[in-house]
């Protein structure tokens, strides 16, 4: 049975970080694609970040580019996503996915395209 579980969520200050991290099991993703969405409440569920396991493409959404980062250790089939510079609409359930195929670019950012995703972690931005 494929797990993914994410940790490292929380409550941050605005301009402050957290990073979280997404540790699967069940199956090896190393040749496929995970990354992370969030949803705030009344919101639809949005595309953060994601990764190929293997290789070096990764694709962010415009509203996180340049403040979040997203890492992997094939190891541990664990992802990671570092966020700085955090604001209060950043605020909401932060979700890891993975998809068992090795994605293209432009189909990264569509969450039909993932076949796990982990239960969430809040994040929780204010002052």
């Known amino acids: 049975q494929v797990q993914l579980v994410e940790s490292g969520g929380g409550w941050v200050q605005p301009g402050g970080s957290l990073r979280l991290a997404c540790a699967a099991s069940?199956?090896?993703?190393?040749?496929?694609?995970m990354g992370w969405f969030r949803q705030a409440p009344g919101n639809e569920r949005e595309f953060l970040a994601a990764?190929?396991?293997?290789?070096?493409?990764?694709q962010y959404a415009d509203s996180v580019k340049g403040r979040f980062t997203i890492s992997r250790d094939n190891a541990k089939n664990t992802i990671y996503l570092q966020m700085k510079s955090l604001k209060p609409e950043d605020t909401a359930v932060y979700y890891c996915t993975a998809s068992s195929l090795s994605l293209i670019s432009s189909t990264m950012r569509f969450s039909s395209q993932y076949h796990y995703w982990g239960q969430g972690t809040q994040v929780t931005v204010y002052s």
């Open positions: 069940g199956r090896s993703f190393s040749r496929s694609t």
């Open positions: 990764a190929r396991m293997s290789g070096s493409n990764t």
